[in-house]
């Protein structure tokens, strides 16, 4: 009985594991093909469409533009620092000696428990770490493109600052699914049938938030810039 827990763990999570992988590379794939069909890729057009307005209207670019930057710069604030809260509890449970009360709670293999649960809390940690570290690349590009924005437009120049607010977004985006991956390491602590569970739940639902079914124009000028 316990090697037939023992065998969910190196069944089930993996392949929880790849359902999450292989769902990302498919959206990959879809905002670099047809960015029309996913939310991330028209969101980037459209952040393309509003640094070209922010420049060329010099009434709004003082004002809306700075304000939209800096709330989203809070936004990536906010995420960095839940990301290093949980990074600091998340340290703090590794290094407690009360694996033994945690026992109680695990529904599988009970074996080398120490050595089990250090090892799903490390890996709750590199999500929360590498949320952080993309978090903090987030803010640096919406720091530069604070500044940016309020040069005097140019073609070269809007296109080099569209590309700088749409990196800041996609650190952001990427800092949120590493925040995302750590829901089902997290319910691994309880057994490899909620964490498999648990990421098929949220390919269903990061699909239904990330896909579009509504046809939405991108015309060949745009598309480049967000290619490139």
């Excluded at 309880?190 to 079914?213: A, E, K």
Aim: proline share 3%; aromatic share 16%.
């Amino acid at each position: 009985m316990p090697m037939e827990k023992k065998a969910l763990d190196y069944i089930l999570v993996p392949l929880g594991l790849l359902a999450m992988v292989a769902y990302h590379l498919w959206l990959l794939y879809q905002i670099m093909n047809y960015p029309n069909k996913t939310v991330i890729g028209i969101n980037t057009i459209h952040r393309s469409f509003w640094v070209c307005a922010m420049m060329e209207d010099v009434s709004k670019n003082g004002i809306l533009a700075i304000q939209t930057l800096r709330n989203n710069l809070m936004a990536s604030i906010r995420l960095a620092s839940i990301a290093t809260m949980l990074s600091s509890v998340i340290a703090v449970l590794m290094s407690s000696g009360n694996q033994d009360k945690s026992a109680l709670l695990v529904f599988g293999d009970r074996s080398e428990l120490d050595f089990s649960i250090k090892f799903k809390f490390s890996s709750i940690l590199v999500c929360f770490l590498v949320t952080l570290l993309f978090s903090v690349q987030s803010m640096r590009y919406y720091s530069h493109a604070s500044f940016l924005i309020t040069i005097v437009p140019h073609e070269h120049h809007k296109a080099y600052v569209a590309k700088t607010v749409i990196k800041g977004s996609y650190f952001w985006s990427l800092g949120l699914r590493a925040f995302y991956f750590s829901f089902p390491l997290f319910l691994w602590i309880f057994g490899p049938i909620p964490m498999f569970l648990s990421c098929f739940v949220l390919v269903i639902l990061l699909y239904s938030l990330d896909y579009t079914f509504d046809d939405h124009y991108i015309d060949e000028a745009n598309f480049k810039l967000y290619r490139n």
